[in-house]
């Protein structure tokens, strides 16, 4: 039986050296949160950039200052009235002005160019999927955080709050066809319906890194290196962050050994 290593790894200084030496400035320091899950012989690692401050990754837009400039009309009694149409995006989301995008574009890139050197393969999913995929696992109570919905042809639907769901879809409907190691990357669009906090949208990208088909160590270990080389990449050294390791097995057998 292989022994899980989830890991969390917080960084309050993401970016923050790197600006130095980038063309683009950063409005707010990030928040990263790495993880590794391993599903069987599977072991992944989810990144996700997320501001520590209130503006998540990105700029929410403001109202322009003549709000009739951007209206729409609408009829009453008879009678034409203009209405003024909010240009907020929906709450918990984000627009991304120019400025915005070539940072993200820039962010996004290192993680391929990382992805790319320890030889993962892109990939990509529907952000609308089947909401049983969510709730066969995590129950109906799951539903409570999900953006879902039943659409024109009765099927109750959801936006993708994680990826590896997807990814386990993917790879089962190949019926044991796909050649293992797999070695894959994405970095999904996700959504959860959820109570929003400081630096916490509903709308999130994450950098997530899969390997499946590996019952030792061996890969939790590549996706360590993974990660270390991103930040070195992006100028971050152990002073701005740490790396913290975490087994459920260890932790059963300290458990075990006290007769809990």
């Known amino acids: 039986m292989r022994i899980s290593y989830p890991v969390m790894f917080f960084s309050q200084a993401l970016l923050r050296r790197r600006v130095a030496i980038s063309a683009f400035q950063l409005a707010a320091p990030y928040k990263t949160i790495i993880s590794t899950r391993p599903v069987s012989s599977t072991s992944s690692i989810i990144l996700s950039a997320k501001s520590a401050g209130d503006g998540g990754g990105g700029r929410s837009s403001a109202a322009v200052a003549d709000t009739d400039l951007i209206s729409k009309t609408s009829k009453a009694n008879g009678q034409t009235k203009q209405v003024a149409l909010d240009t907020n995006p929906p709450k918990g989301t984000r627009d991304f002005y120019p400025p915005d995008m070539r940072l993200r574009t820039w962010l996004f890139d290192q993680w391929r160019e990382v992805a790319s050197l320890y030889g993962f393969s892109e990939y990509d999913a529907p952000v609308l999927e089947a909401e049983s995929l969510y709730t066969r696992k995590a129950g109906e109570e799951v539903t409570q955080q999900l ?90 050294t152990s002073e701005d962050v740490g790396i913290k390791v975490n087994s459920r097995g260890v932790l059963g057998e300290v458990l075990s050994e006290l007769g809990v």
């Open 147 to 236: 953006y879902n919905f039943v659409d024109k042809g009765d099927r109750a639907v959801a936006l993708r709050p994680e990826m590896t769901p997807s990814l386990a879809r993917m790879v089962m409907a190949k019926k044991g066809g796909l050649n293992l190691p797999l070695k894959w990357f994405s970095i999904p669009q996700c959504w959860r319906y959820e109570r929003m906090t400081r630096g916490r949208r509903r709308e999130h990208f994450q950098w997530n890194m899969d390997i499946w088909g590996v019952d030792g160590i061996e890969a939790e270990a590549e996706l360590l290196s993974a990660m270390v080389t991103f930040f070195k990449r992006v100028g971050l």
